[in-house]
Every structure is written in C-alpha cells, then in structure tokens.
C-alpha cells in the first residue's frame, strides 16, 4: 500500500522537480526564465495577477524552487491549485527555501512512518527533521534505538511524538540513552521510550531538582522512589509546583500515607482539579451516606443524593460545588 502512495505521489513529485525536465521550459528566446510567464503557465494565473504576484518573487532565477515548493505541497497533501497559490504570496519567501533535497528526505519519513499522517505530526513535532541529514544523522539515530532494544514501531512512535530526538547528533543521543538507563527502566520495557522523551526534554539538574523534592515531601527513600520513576519516567515532566499541590492534597485532604502514595505513581499524572479532587468530593459525599465509589456511582446514587451529579460536574469545571444536604 505504501509503495503504491510512493509511486502515485511521491515519484512524479520528484520528477516534476528534476531541474533538467524544465530546462527549456518557461524561458524567453534568450534562455532567461522569466517568471511571469512562469506564474501563467504553470501556476494558471491570469497575466495581471502574474505581473502582481512577479513582484513577490524578485530573485527567482530558475523553475527549480518553486517546483520543489508545488511538489512538496503536493505530496504533503495540498491540493495542485493551493500548492500554486502557495507560491505566489508576498509570504511564499520561507516556502521557497524547500529544495528537491527536502523532497526527498519527505520519501524517507514516509516510507519509515507509515502515512502522511504520521509524517505530518512528526514534522509538527520538529521542523528540523526535513533540514536535518538524514544518512549522517537520522539513520544512525534509528540503528541506536533499535540496538537499545526497541521496535522499529517504537521507535516510529518516537520519532512522531519527539522528532528533534531525531535531529540531535548522534553522539548526543548516546548521552540520552545513557541518562535514560539512569532512572532505571530496563531498555527492553515499553517506558523505555518515555524514558528516553523525558531526558530529552529535561536536564539532568532539573531530573535531580525533582527527584529530590519528592524524596522530601513524600519523606521516601531514594530506591522507593526510583521505583515510581521506573513506573513512569514522565511524571518528572510534572511542574514542581503540580507535584507539590498533588502530594499536599493527597496527605492532606484525602489522608494517604507518603509511603502509599509513592506505590501509587499514576496519581501524580491525573489532573488535579479536573479529576483528583472532583472524585475525593464525590467519595466523601457518598462515604458520608454509607456509600461505595463505583464507576456507575452517579447513575446509581442520583435518587439518594440529590445533586450529586450537578455538584461533580461543577468540581470538574473548577467551579466549588453547592453543599450536599446529608
């Protein structure tokens, strides 16, 4: 399926921006390209809007870069007509930096992704990924993964949700790798991955920082808490101060112990207000009428608490609910 895309998108893409197909084309009898006429031909812009848009476009000396841009576009899946007008916008400049190169490197990402769609997050996630080389670079970075033990769909997976990974001298993502084995989450477990996202996105100052204000609120020791972090790596992407508020609010309000809450991990990545305390209130009401907490519990309680579920629908707008009459 993917070879058939190739085929229908990408490789006429890459013919169209063959400098040598356009070597007689749209040039006057002196061999000069000359861009209105350019802009009709190609584009199919009348030539009053061509002399316009010519004026955007003053140091366009050859078809090669805007072809690139059209074909580019195209494949990207932007339709010939938009890739056109892309163009010939006074804000086409940034456009026209797209070279056939970058076409290329697209080719590369798609048969290495998938889909366009997942092409298109990853570039989301990093632009630098199509400015990037990819044979001395992106290539050496994938065969390092896959040697730490990841799946090629892992490491896809990677590449769409962190792409600048990608983009790093490889040297550099050995020492991620090596930060990431740190926190302690064997290379061959599914964290792994998010291991290697949270490295990447915090210095080891700032892992260290968080690591050590949770030792002190949650009064654990250091391997309890490198348990957690093995559990999940991301929850020291966590803000110290969300991390403060959530472990304030779990000894205090709700009455957990440290040592119960650092088994725990996963409370530290549900939202606090949107969910944490909307459902502590919602099991406080219902404790106090001698009720469980079940999934279903609003449903099933709604004839004995009244208002209970107008009042968790308020506590999960962030809004203080109206008290319950027991």
């Known amino acids: 399926m993917l070879r058939h895309q190739l085929q229908e998108r990408l490789l006429p893409a890459l013919r169209a ?5 356009h070597r007689h084309l749209f040039s006057t009898s002196s ?18 809007q061509a002399r316009k848009a010519s004026k955007y ?22 339709s010939e007509a938009d890739a056109a007008t892309a163009i010939t916008r006074d804000r086409a400049a940034p456009l026209l930096q797209i070279s056939p ?19 298109h997050t990853a570039i989301r996630s990093s632009g630098y990924l199509l400015s990037t080389h990819v044979d001395n670079v992106v ?46 989450v064997p290379r061959n477990a599914g964290m792994f991955k998010r291991a290697l996202q949270t490295v990447h996105n915090l210095n080891p100052r700032t892992i260290s920082a968080k690591m050590d204000f949770l030792k002190k609120a949650l009064g654990c020791s250091e391997s309890e808490l490198a348990i957690a972090v093995c559990q999940i790596p991301t929850l020291l992407t966590t803000s110290v101060g ?23 991990q996963r409370l530290f990545i549900y939202g606090l207000e949107k969910r944490l305390i ?21 449903e099933r309680h709604k004839e004995s608490v009244p208002g209970l579920a107008s009042a968790y629908a308020a506590a999960c707008a962030g809004k203080v609910p109206s008290e319950i009459i027991l």
């Open 31 to 48: 061999g000069r390209f000359v861009v209105e006429d350019y802009l009709v031909d190609t584009c199919g812009l009348t030539p009053a």
């Open 242 to 264: 969300k991390l403060g508020r959530t472990v304030e609010f779990l000894k205090v309000d709700v009455g957990l112990e440290p040592g119960f809450i650092v088994r725990r």
């Open 139 to 184: 290539k050496p970075n994938i065969e390092l993964l896959l040697q730490c033990g990841l799946t090629p769909r892992d490491v896809a997976t990677l590449c769409s949700r962190v792409g600048v990974l990608f983009t790093e001298e490889p040297e550099r993502v050995k020492e991620m790798v090596a930060r990431a084995d740190k926190l302690g």
């Open 101 to 119: 190169l970058m076409v290329s490197r697209l080719a590369f990402y798609l048969s290495f992704l998938g889909s366009y769609d997942n092409v």
């Open 17 to 21: 921006v063959n400098p040598l197909h």
């Open 278 to 298: 909307p459902r502590h209130y919602v099991i406080k009401v219902l404790k106090a009428k001698g009720l469980r907490f079940t999934e279903r519990m609003l």
């Open 57 to 78: 476009l003053p140091h366009l000396k050859s078809p090669e870069k805007p072809d690139a841009v059209r074909a580019f576009l195209t494949v990207a899946g932007v």
